[in-house]
């Protein structure tokens, strides 16, 4: 593949629109249409070098046994989807501050331990090159509404027979249930 250039389609509020324009092994021009948090994208190296646009954070009760999950109405989805808790990290805060203040704000529980930091992954490799920080730990506390009016949560804990029964026919974003299904075995 050859990056041949790149074109800013349209900007919104949170995401802008671009075309990539490459060149396939057998010589054939192709245009591929992606979505960004960058809303100045000036070459191809700034496609994934960039610092993490958000937070994914996957917590368990104090005693293991629990996994927390949203509930979650998603407009693009027009339904309710299991989610972590997530959320973007504001311009000048560090991803440990946007974890804290995203799940006190979705779920109203506390960060308690921080049991690891993942490496940056992708939320959509299809269409997206927005970036990811997961944080693993432990939280606490007691449940709150979300504090945005914008979103309609349910946060909740759940055991792994619960989230075995919520796999067979609830919707889930992928990263989501690919850890619920390995946690819940």
């Not at 919104?12 to 671009?18: A, L, Q």
């Not at 490459?22 to 994208?41: G, L």
Request: proline share 3%; glycine share 6%.
């Amino acid at each position: 593949m050859k990056f041949k250039n790149m074109e800013k389609v349209s900007s919104g509020k949170f995401i802008t629109r671009y075309d990539i324009t490459y060149e396939t092994v057998d010589k054939i021009d192709k245009v591929y249409e992606m979505i960004s948090r960058n809303p100045d994208i000036k070459d191809f190296k700034e496609l994934a070098d960039h610092a993490p646009d958000s937070v994914v954070i996957i917590m368990h009760d104090e005693t293991g046994e629990k996994v927390l999950l949203n509930k979650e109405f998603r407009m693009p989805c027009g339904d309710f989807v299991y989610n972590f808790p997530a959320g973007l990290i504001d311009p000048g805060e560090e991803f440990l501050e946007s974890a804290k203040r995203e799940l006190k704000e979705e779920t109203g529980l506390d960060l308690l331990e921080i049991k690891d930091v993942l490496f940056d992954s992708f939320s959509a490799i299809g269409f997206s090159n927005e970036k990811n920080v997961c944080v693993v730990g432990v939280a606490g506390g007691e449940f709150s509404e979300s504090s945005s009016t914008l979103e309609e949560i349910e946060a909740k804990w759940y055991t792994k027979a619960e989230v075995r029964e919520l796999l067979k026919d609830k919707y889930f974003a992928a990263r989501t249930q690919a850890y619920c299904y390995l946690w819940s075995k």
